[in-house]
């Protein structure tokens, strides 16, 4: 609970600052969390925090690219913040080579050798990688390693 508790304080903080980007992004993450406790009537953990997270940095991405589409600086700059905002709570991202290396050492774990295997390697990489790795960057790495 870490991760909801550190969240709490900066909307706290950010309400008192009047910095409304924050507080709007971070809002929505909350009441995204309540919603799930509301009808499922559970917590939610730290992983699933981030998981929400997650999903909506790639939704403010897409938003984004859009924006930039149809020539809106205004839209565009908005979803930069919202996403900076949003990262700020994501853990480390793994560089390329250190993708690469946890990759290679899953393929030899699972005895992986052709494209066939790349559903096993997916599964494994994606659990371990959680959080750590898009999935978009794990599986060009495993198509690029099994290749």
Known sequence: ???????????????????????????????????????????????EV????????????DALSFAKEAN??????NNEKEIEVLQHYLP???????LSEVVKNIVAKVGATSMKDMG???GVASKELAGKADGKRINVVVKELLN
């Open 50 to 61: 981030i998981k929400i997270i997650q999903k909506a940095v790639k939704q403010r991405e």
């Open 92 to 98: 480390k991202q793994l560089s390329d080579d250190e």
């Open 72 to 77: 809106r600086a205004d839209l565009v700059e």
């Open 120 to 122: 096993k390697v997916m």
């Open 1 to 47: 609970m870490i991760i909801l508790e550190r969240l709490k304080a900066d909307m706290k903080t950010a309400m008192k600052e009047k910095n409304i980007v924050v507080r709007d992004t971070i809002r929505l993450i909350m009441s995204t969390i309540k919603q799930i406790e509301v009808d499922e009537r559970r917590e939610v953990g730290s992983e």
